[in-house]
Structure formats: C-alpha cells, structure tokens
Nanobody
Framework: QVQLVESGGGLVQAGGSLRLSCAAS????????MVWFRQAPGKEREPVAGIRWRSVDSTYYTDSVKGRFTISRDNAKNTVYLQMNSLKPEDTAAYYC?????????????????WGQGTQVTVSS
C-alpha cells in the first residue's frame, strides 16, 4: 500500500500560480501511475495530469491545462508536484492525488485504489 498526502492549495487571483505537492509513503518501491484529479462543486471528478512514478517519463494532461500545468516527480523525496500557472476561475476545485499500480494512464476514477485527502484550489476573477 501507498499513502498519499496533498498540500499546496489555496486562494489565488486569476493569472497566478500555485504548486501542489503529493507526498507518498509506504510501498513507494512499486511501479505506480500517479494522477492529479480535480472535482468542482456539482461536477464529476476528472483527471488533470498524470505521470509514471518510476521508469521513463510518460505524462498525461487534459486539454484544458496543456501549456499551463506541469506535472513532475522527485523520487528522492517521494513526491509528485503539479505546477499550475496562468490559473483561471474554472480551475477552482478540490484537487486530489491518486495512484494505481502499473505504468499506463487511465481516466477512470474507479481504477485508482490509493487517494489523498485532497487540497482546495480557489481562483478568484
């Protein structure tokens, strides 16, 4: 098992930046695919960005964040980051870090057995 803890959320004005962190503990020696999901009020949880925990980088970005968000990992610190630039009000949501065994991205929420508690991002206009 792996445990995930997010941090870095907050309130920011449109056009600003935030960096989210997802600290992993437990069985960090296994091959996982790590994904940042987000969920806005009244909407379904959606994948935002993903990355392989180890091995060759293979990243995923949803179209609405391409060019603005960057996902990265630091295996020495057992942490995955989401750098969010040029934030928009529509990026407002609770952001969750999730993991599944394997190296292939899938958008289905049910395929991710490991989740953090979430961190709130609010972008004001």
């Amino acid at each position: 098992q792996v445990q995930l803890v997010e941090s870095g959320g907050g309130l920011v004005q449109a056009g600003g930046s935030l960096r989210l962190s997802c600290a992993a503990s437990g069985r960090t020696d296994r091959m996982y695919y790590m994904v940042w999901f987000r969920q806005a009020p009244g909407k379904e949880r959606e994948p935002v960005a993903g990355i392989r925990w180890r091995s060759v980088d293979s990243t995923y970005y949803t179209d609405s964040v391409k060019g603005r968000f960057t996902i990265s990992r630091d295996n020495a610190k057992n942490t995955v980051y989401l750098q969010m630039n040029s934030l928009k009000p529509e990026d407002t949501a609770a952001y969750y870090c999730a993991a599944k065994l394997g190296v292939v991205f899938t958008p289905e929420v049910t395929q991710y057995p490991y989740w953090g508690q979430g961190t709130q991002v609010t972008v004001s206009s």
